[in-house]
């Protein structure tokens, strides 16, 4: 099974702008949402430096991080 791991944080701008494209992805892949700041143990077992950061989870592995803002086409594409 697929599925994104968004993390974010709520004083984020490009967090705020990606929001929405993660709310059309949820309609056909999966996104569990993360907020660094109230679960920073998770953010940090995972090396967060940065967000928003989508890590794409593949039966419970990581298997791609997209650091950033992109397209709605880009994150279906995957």
């Known amino acids: 099974m ?9 004083w984020c701008a490009p967090c705020k702008q990606l929001a929405p494209i993660m709310e059309e992805v949820s309609k056909t892949i999966p996104v569990k949402k993360i907020d660094v700041d109230s679960e920073s143990e998770l953010a940090n077992s995972y090396g967060i430096r940065s967000v928003p950061t ?3 989870m593949k039966d419970g592995s990581e298997f791609k991080r997209i650091i950033g803002v ?7 594409a995957l």
């Open 70 to 76: 992109k397209s709605l086409g880009e994150y279906l």
């Open 54 to 56: 989508v890590i794409l």
């Open 2 to 10: 697929i599925e994104y791991w968004y993390f974010s944080a709520k």
